[in-house]
């Protein structure tokens, strides 16, 4: 991965994007993500090849298994209240992935369809030398945005790891790695220490590769909108030299106009099917990030316990992630309020100016992600969110207090 980050850093620099193409480093990152999706048994880029294997069921069982336990620890501890707060803070996790993982299921068509379109326009942008540069930095830009995420991922599933042997090292004392046991299994004798942990970091590993292909490939669909609004930008500064060409004929300025309202209605026929897409998956993603960050701040305030610190970062970027993905939508959609209103529409012909109000109008109406209808998905919604953890936080100390 890291060969690959650093052989395609420099692109960004204007010249090398000049030399190479976009559909390869498309190609590429979908390499990339396949990793991924293959080790999670729901590689559905495979298209009709594409059938359930031994990793699927291996998924299916972990996440089955997480909730079967993570009820059985809830009923065992039920007058403790901190070890009930404790499990069900990285009860998100499971339910995102329960969620995470139906979606791709049931809309396999879907997801094979946008990524063949998308593939299509990385193709015909590499023909085109503005577009193929437009499309090479939405490429970079989803890659390296990744990069991030990865990253936090990482250190948060290695924290898991490291953390309950240092404990043991250190404090000798028996530490589990996530708040959950097993039936039928003591978690801090000899032999069911060793079962309890072998499970959890199955779970633990299984999750993060999980995460990673469910978010990488929203990432994908959803940021790719950066590029095929520039690409319609493009399109309208051609549209712009071309209606200051008085010899060019009415028929092929027609014709480009048209191409363009053409455009535009793909551009909110995409967003449409996004928002309705993840419209279930944003909702149990923002709800449940939302719950394991306030159980897991209580938790660490309560018991000074700081192994679950790493977890509350990495669900707190997961949030982060999502209100950053909302909030590109909604910049791309200004961007072509301004691209629209911007351009010499005065030079159209009377009935090409009548579409163009139209565009215009339905470009102020633009379509944005929400979290299941309730409110939009954006960076203002994420300090909200922020606020009111923080708020219910406080309220909790001074009643506990």
Known sequence: ??????????????????????????????????????????????????????????????????????????????????????????????????????????????????????????????????????????????????????????????????????????????????????????????????????????????????????????????????????VFMNNLEELDEILLQPELDAEHKQKKFTEICKMHKEIIQYEEDLDSCYYNTVFVQVITSVSCLSLTLFVIYMTRDWTRLMFMLATFFQLLEFCMLGTALRVKNDHVIDAIYDCNWHLLTASDKRRFAIMLHRAQNPVEMTIGGISLLNMETFVEIMKTIYSYFAMMINFLE
């Open 1 to 230: 991965m890291d060969e690959f980050l650093h052989k395609h850093f420099r692109l960004f620099n204007e010249r090398h994007l000049q030399l190479y193409r976009t559909i390869d480093v498309f190609d590429e990152l979908i390499v990339f993500l396949r990793v991924f999706l293959t080790n999670c048994g729901v590689d559905i880029l495979l298209m009709d090849k594409y059938r359930w294997n031994f990793r699927t069921y291996l998924c299916i069982f972990c996440l089955t298994s997480f909730v079967f336990s993570m009820v059985f620890t809830v009923y065992r501890h039920w007058t403790d209240w901190y070890a009930v707060m404790d499990s069900l803070s990285v009860s998100g996790i499971g339910f995102q992935g329960m969620i995470k993982m139906y979606s791709a299921l049931k809309q396999k068509s879907y997801f094979q369809e946008k990524y063949l379109n998308i593939k299509t326009l990385h193709m015909r942008s590499t023909k085109h030398p503005k577009n193929n540069r437009s499309m090479m930095k939405c490429t970079l830009v989803i890659l390296y945005l990744f990069r991030f995420f990865f990253v936090s991922y990482v250190i948060a599933g290695v924290a898991f790891f490291v953390l309950p042997f240092y404990v043991m090292v250190v404090r000798q004392e028996k530490s589990l790695v996530l708040p959950l046991e097993l039936p039928f299994v003591e978690p801090f004798s000899e032999t069911g220490y060793v079962i309890t942990t072998v499970y959890h970091l199955v779970m633990v590993a299984m999750g993060i590769m999980g995460i990673l292909a469910a978010d990488m490939g929203i990432m994908i669909l959803v940021l790719h909108i950066i590029g095929i609004v520039d």
